[in-house]
């Protein structure tokens, strides 16, 4: 005699394995100039889950780095950040993005110059729209000349090619990684020690 289907599944669901749920995360878009810098100063903060780049903020689906290079496509090279809010809270990790690069040059990161390194942060939501904007207020404390920042909904995400993620340590050799990469992120981890020594940092 078969059992009632109903039993066979009240049996399975009591006696197979609980599943985990999986790690609740979200994302948030920013710009901040060469997308080699701020990839690899995302990879320092605890909580961050994945940190990719890629492209956004302008008209070409698909765009290539060598597009997006000239200028005329009208997008930012970016990073997306997956991140863990229990670990690393949204203020924290916009507070970061402040110390990351330098947000009152407008579309101009050192040598590094075009819209394509301008500083933005996409939003994809009314609440990301208000941390950002609230973060930008407090930044602006700690700077002379006012800060330019875009705060600009989020359109499509284009990730870069495969030889630009996590570009740093695949690339120590590289001449700009050398120059200008390494060099910010030791000064980025010199001021995570300091703030990790202060309460309340």
């Known amino acids: ?18 599943q985990a749920d999986p790690k609740k995360t979200d994302t948030v878009v920013l710009a901040g100039g060469c997308f080699w810098c701020v990839e ?3 990879r320092l903060l605890p909580g961050v889950v994945a940190v990719t780049s890629g492209y956004t903020g ?6 290539t780095y060598q597009e997006v290079c000239s200028g005329t496509t009208g997008h930012a090279e970016a990073t997306r950040i997956e991140y863990d809010p229990a670990v690393l809270p949204l203020e924290k990790l916009l507070a970061f993005f ?11 990161q050192g040598a590094d110059e075009g819209t394509q390194y301008r500083s933005a942060i996409f939003y994809r939501s009314v609440e990301q729209k ?5 973060s930008r207020t407090a930044a602006q404390a700690g700077f ?8 600009v909904p989020l359109a499509e995400f284009w990730p870069a090619e ?3 993620q996590n570009y740093l340590p695949n690339n120590p050799d590289n001449r700009y990684c050398q120059l200008v990469v390494r060099p910010k ?3 980025l981890k010199k001021v995570l020690a300091e703030e990790a020594k202060t309460p309340g940092k």
């Open 1 to 18: 005699m078969r059992l009632p289907t109903l039993f066979l599944a009240c049996f399975a669901l009591l006696f197979s394995p609980m």
């Open 40 to 42: 690899a100063a995302y």
């Open 98 to 108: 402040w110390k990351v690069h330098d947000p009152t040059t407008l579309n101009r």
């Open 162 to 164: 495969d030889y630009h």
């Open 144 to 151: 002379d000349s006012p800060i330019v920042t875009e705060i």
């Open 185 to 187: 992120i030791e000064k």
């Open 130 to 134: 208000l941390a950002a904007e609230k």
């Open 58 to 63: 302008g008209q070409k689906a698909h765009p």
